[in-house]
Structure formats: C-alpha cells, structure tokens
C-alpha cells in the first residue's frame, strides 16, 4: 500500500525541523560572538566619556540579546514538534498539545532571517491550510506565546534597562562608570576627652583604663614575686612534683637524668653539689637499702651487748 500524501509531508517536516535547529544554534553563537566585541566598545565608549553615543549604541546590543532569546524559543519549539511528529501525522487538524509551539513558528518565521524555519512555515501552512495560517498571523485566539509576541514588538528599549545595560557593561569591563564622587574629607572632631585628660574625670578614666589593662597593681606584685621564686633543688618522696625518666634511644641507649649538674638515680638520693668544709664525706655500705645494716654488723652489735 503506497503512503499517503500527508505521510510524506511529516517526513518533509521533520527534515526541515532539524536544519531549522542545527541553523538556530549556530546563528545563536555567531550573535554571541558579536554581542561580545560590541560590549567592549560599549566600555571604550564609557571610559571615553562619549555616554550618548553608547547610549545610541547600546540599543543594538539590547535588540541583538533580545533576538538571540527568541531563536533559543523557537529551537525549543521545534525540537518539540520534532518529538511529537507523530501527532501531526494523526489526524488533518493540529493537536491540541502542538497548538502553541505551530501557531508560534507561522506567527514568528516571516520576522526572522532563518531560511530553514520558513521553509518548516511553509509545510505546516500546506498541512493544516490558509485559514489556520491567517488566525496564527493575527493571533486571534492567543495561542501564540506571550514572550515570542513581546520579543518581536518594535517598541523601543525603556530608559532603565538602558541604564542598566551601561553599568553591567561598565563593571563587566572595569570602568569607572558612572563617576563615583570623591569622598569628602571627615571633619576633625579632636580626640575623645576620656583619653586626654580632658573633663571632669578624664585622667582618672584614661588610669583606669591603663590599669585595666595591666592586670592592677597587686597582679604586677605576684607577677614579680613568682619572677623572683626559685625551684627547690631537690625532691624528697613527700614532694609532688614527678619527673619522667628520658626515654633511650638509638644515640642515646642509657639516658641520664640529672638535676643541677647531678645525677639523679631511682634507689640513691642525689649528693649535695658543694662540700662541707671540715667534714669529710662518710661511705655508705652496700645493703638492701639506704640506712638499713647488713648481717655482719647486726651480730657486732649483739656481741657487744652480750659483754
């Protein structure tokens, strides 16, 4: 069974539809590109000072913008009847879902440069037919979409989005614009009378605030008393203080730990450093400990009781 006519006129549509996109993308990064250059003149303008001329100017960038957001509509536009193609081959009046994206295209594809999208204008008017056309062109019905409608006005750009655009620009680009006033110089007040002495109470508030910050004068008292203080030399097995041992180590496999230049031993207690004068340093004998006599000694002493 041969197709029918309609059948081969989707497929024409849909071909269109997608050189229409591929050429939308690419007419978007070329308006891109010159958008940019044209913004830095803008800002050469600005930093001239010629801001009637890049007030003119301006409006150009606006409207290229302006246009740059159209094409990205209407590609949305076609990628949707793209992926509802089906729909368009159902039945010979347009589908309620597709209603807005195909009135939108006839509506916006004569005020556009896009060949392609007016060649998808001319299928879809040979599809749905001349009095479908005509009510999409007039709008009559509002299904055209708002922002395609108001992307297309001709009214002049208003002063405040004018202004705008200038200082974007302006700050995009580092210039100075508008000129910001110089700031004036503040007045000299002199220095609050709390810290000249200057009042009732000025120096005595400037003292206390000294004070304040110095701790008092009992703070600076106990500071230097515990300057002068001096750690005791030795420490007995009633003191609290407790000194870890050094740890050995590879250089060092017998670590010493000593205390005024004396050694300092877990079972003897450290010797005085000076020497007594007219004494002579008594021998310890060997024990179980300090102060605790061995055998021998012990039976001496009861034999000299025995007598």
Same mark, same amino acid.
């Given at each position: 069974?041969?197709?029918?006519?309609?059948?081969?006129?989707?497929?024409?549509?849909?071909?269109?539809?997608?050189?229409?996109?591929?050429?939308?993308?690419?007419?978007?990064?070329?308006?891109?590109?010159?958008?940019?250059?044209?913004?830095?003149?803008?800002?050469?303008?600005?930093?001239?000072?010629?801001?009637?001329?890049?007030?003119?100017?301006?409006?150009?960038?606006?409207?290229?913008?302006?246009?740059?957001?159209?094409? #990205?509509? =209407?590609?949305?536009?076609?990628?949707?009847?793209? /992926? +509802? &193609?089906?729909?368009? $081959?159902?039945? !010979?009046?347009?589908?309620?879902?597709?209603?807005?994206?195909?009135?939108?295209?006839?509506?916006?594809?004569?005020?556009?440069?896009?060949?392609?999208?007016?060649?998808?204008?001319?299928?879809?008017?040979?599809?749905?037919?001349?009095?479908?056309?005509?009510?999409?062109?007039?709008?009559?019905?509002?299904?055209?979409?708002?922002?395609?409608?108001?992307?297309?006005?001709?009214?002049?750009?208003? #002063?405040? =989005?004018?202004?705008?655009?200038?200082?974007?620009? /302006? +700050? &995009?680009?580092?210039? $100075?614009?508008? !000129?910001?006033?110089?700031?004036?110089?503040?007045?000299?007040?002199?220095?609050?009378?709390?810290?000249?002495?200057?009042?009732?109470?000025?120096?005595?508030?400037?003292?206390?605030?000294?004070?304040?910050?110095?701790?008092?004068?009992?703070?600076?008292?106990?500071?230097?008393?515990?300057?002068?203080?001096?750690?005791?030399?030795?420490?007995?097995?009633?003191?609290?203080?407790?000194?870890?041992?050094?740890?050995?180590?590879?250089?060092?496999?017998?670590?010493?730990?000593?205390?005024?230049?004396?050694?300092?031993? !877990?079972?003897?207690?450290?010797?005085?450093?000076?020497?007594?004068?007219?004494?002579?340093?008594?021998?310890?004998?060997?024990?179980?400990?300090?102060?605790?006599?061995?055998?021998?000694?012990?039976?001496?002493?009861?034999?000299?009781?025995?007598?």
């Amino acid at each position: 069974m041969p197709p029918s006519p309609s059948s081969g006129l989707v497929a024409k549509i849909k071909v269109q539809l997608k050189l229409a996109i591929a050429r939308l993308r690419m007419v978007q990064k070329r308006d891109e590109a010159l958008a940019k250059t044209q913004r830095r003149a803008m800002a050469q303008l600005l930093e001239q000072g010629k801001t009637d001329s890049a007030r003119i100017r301006v409006e150009n960038i606006i409207r290229s913008d302006i246009i740059t957001e159209l094409h #990205e509509i =209407l590609e949305l536009y076609c990628e949707l009847l793209l /992926a +509802r &193609a089906g729909l368009l $081959d159902a039945s !010979p009046t347009c589908d309620p879902g597709l209603e807005e994206a195909v009135k939108s295209i006839l509506y916006a594809a004569p005020k556009t440069e896009i060949k392609e999208l007016q060649q998808v204008r001319a299928l879809l008017a040979e599809k749905f037919g001349k009095d479908f056309v005509l009510q999409a062109m007039e709008n009559t019905d509002g299904k055209v979409s708002e922002r395609v409608v108001r992307k297309l006005s001709v009214a002049p750009p208003r #002063e405040e =989005l004018v202004q705008g655009y200038l200082e974007e620009i /302006a +700050r &995009a680009y580092g210039v $100075d614009w508008p !000129p910001r006033k110089e700031a004036e110089p503040a007045e000299d007040l002199g220095e609050p009378p709390d810290f000249i002495g200057g009042g009732e109470g000025g120096g005595q508030k400037q003292k206390s605030s000294e004070t304040g910050l110095l701790g008092g004068n009992d703070d600076v008292e106990a500071r230097e008393e515990l300057s002068k203080a001096t750690p005791p030399r030795t420490f007995g097995p009633a003191s609290p203080l407790h000194v870890n041992p050094p740890t050995p180590s590879t250089e060092n496999p017998r670590p010493k730990l000593t205390l005024n230049n004396v050694e300092l031993t !877990p079972t003897k207690k450290p010797a005085t450093a000076g020497v007594t004068v007219g004494r002579r340093p008594t021998e310890k004998k060997g024990g179980i400990a300090d102060g605790i006599p061995d055998v021998d000694e012990l039976a001496k002493r009861f034999a000299q009781l025995k007598r």
